[in-house]
């Protein structure tokens, strides 16, 4: 679900394979290479679930409006057809045909708008999930000497357990989101700082008193 196959990618498949090949077979780095998993990543940090919630919310939504303009455009094609008294002419059956056909047009071009627009959220929220992993996938690859991070997928046709970095990463993300507030909830307060007194004044010295003969 959320691999590399869920967003398509703008480069053909056998551009992204040279383009891997390219970056495993030259330079220093080379063979230096992370895999990760992000549908297990998701699926231990919980986000699969948020996220199938959040398109189910939003496919219910699309299909409430949908059956709204469905019952709209019928409720207009009846009106229609008792206004046309029977037995109708050929002109009015047509014009009745016509009104069915452009209302079902207009319900076909709606359908085909949620359905861009569902699997243009659904990018977004993968995208999202993508921009939260990435710097803690770099940072744990970093860790490891690893320069490049590749998304476990079509494109990997193998890797060794100790380029797998899915569990590490999956930790450091429970690790985080332990530590941060729940939302609505305030930061822990600070510890105030006391504030120091100022020095006391010292006590001026009294002249000195000439000498009694």
Do not use: Y
Not at 90 to 113: I, N, S, V
Not at 141 to 159: K, N, T, Y
Not at 171 to 191: C, F, I, M, N, Y
């Amino acid at each position: 679900m959320l691999s590399s196959r869920t967003v398509s990618s703008p480069l053909p498949r056998a551009a992204v394979v040279a383009l891997l090949l390219a970056v495993l077979g030259c330079g220093r780095d080379a063979g230096r290479v992370a895999v990760i998993d992000l549908d297990r990543v998701a699926h231990a940090v919980g986000r699969d679930d948020q996220l199938n919630r959040e398109l189910q919310a939003a496919q219910a939504e699309s299909e409430r409006q949908l059956g709204a303009l469905r019952d709209q455009l019928q409720a207009q094609v009846s009106s229609a057809a008792e206004q046309l008294k029977e037995p109708r002419s050929d002109a009015q059956k047509q014009q009745l045909e016509a009104l069915r056909a452009q209302g079902q047009a207009q319900l076909d071009r709606a359908q085909a708008e949620v359905k861009q627009r569902a699997q243009e959220h659904k990018n977004g929220l993968v995208a999202a999930f993508w921009d939260q992993v990435r710097p803690v996938a770099r940072k744990v690859a970093a860790d490891r000497g690893l320069s490049v991070v590749l998304i476990r997928g079509e494109q990997v046709f193998d890797a060794a357990p100790s380029a797998d970095i899915t569990d590490a990463v999956s930790d450091e993300l429970r690790r985080r989101e332990s530590e941060a507030p729940a939302p609505g909830q305030p930061p822990p307060p600070t510890q105030p700082q006391l504030q120091q007194a100022p020095p006391a004044a010292k006590p001026a010295l009294a002249p000195p008193q000439p000498a009694q003969h």
